[in-house]
């Protein structure tokens, strides 16, 4: 890894193997990315914060070495930490699931990835998935009037 020094003459004031935290703010080391001083506490419509957010978007952005910089960062500029910024780097970058995770991964787990996991294949039922006709009359009274002919149609549209 080329080793950068920060853009201006800024002493460094924490750095990890992707980011410096300086006095005028953040600066990614290899690419240059730089976060400044007065924005790190931005916050979007809905109270989040901005920086974990547009971050997360990055696929040079490695979670773990971000989110201990920015909060560093935060610390050494004398901001409060709130329930929000804790919010924003889960929907920027999801959870951090136990000490291991996915090789390459840094250890978190995107939200899709709760949500449906890779390893459960997307299908459509197959027909003979379909309860019978006979099966749906004796649990109809459990759908209320109507019920029946609505299922009938919707399997007709189906078929």
Request: aromatic share 8%; net charge negative; with cysteine.
């Amino acid at each position: 890894m080329i080793d950068v020094q920060p853009s201006c003459d800024d002493m460094v004031l924490f750095e990890n193997a992707d980011w410096h935290v300086i006095e005028d703010g953040l600066e990614h080391r290899e690419t240059g990315y730089f976060v400044a001083r007065d924005s790190l506490g931005r916050r979007s419509v809905d109270e989040l914060w901005e920086w974990p957010l547009h971050l997360a978007e990055k696929s040079w952005c490695s979670p773990r070495l971000f989110r201990e910089a920015f909060l560093m960062a935060i610390d050494l500029f004398g901001m409060d930490r709130d329930e929000a910024l804790a919010r924003s780097f889960i929907a920027g970058f999801g959870l951090r699931m136990g000490q291991g995770g996915v090789a390459g991964s840094d250890g978190f787990t995107k939200l899709s990835e709760l949500v449906r996991p890779k390893s459960i294949p997307r299908r459509r039922p197959a027909a003979s998935d379909m309860r019978s006709v006979s099966d749906m009359r004796s649990i109809s009274h459990r759908g209320g009037a109507g019920w029946m002919e609505e299922t009938e149609t919707a399997r007709s549209a189906l078929s």
